[in-house]
Nanobody
């Protein structure tokens, strides 16, 4: 079992920045961030392997940076130049032993 706890969401004006964090209860393999806006499907934002290989959705490339601290079992998402369309609940996910685990989500709201 893996527990994931996200933090760092909030309300920010367009053009601003936020940093999300996700602490895992144990070492995991790949980790990532998904988001879900009202009325839309959950979508991948960014992912990172245990070796640091990253992948980003086109919508966030150049604005968001995913990173992890394996010693602290912590995942980060630095979000810059935020846009109103980035408004969503952001979920941390982790993969271990052929299973995906999810956090409870953290709300990010970007005002115009």
């Amino acid at each position: 079992q893996v527990q994931l706890v996200e933090s760092g969401g909030g309300l920010v004006q367009a053009g601003g920045s936020l940093r999300l964090s996700c602490v895992a209860s144990r070492n995991v393999c790949s980790m990532g961030w998904y988001r879900q806006a009202p009325g839309k499907q959950r979508e991948l934002v960014a992912s990172i392997t245990s070796f640091g290989i990253t992948n980003y959705a086109d919508a966030v490339k150049g604005r968001f940076t995913i990173s992890r601290d394996n010693a602290k079992n912590t995942l980060y998402l630095q979000m810059n130049s935020l846009k109103p369309e980035d408004t969503a609940v952001y979920y941390c996910t982790a993969y271990l032993a052929m299973r995906n685990y999810w956090g409870q989500g953290t709300q990010v709201t970007v005002s115009s």
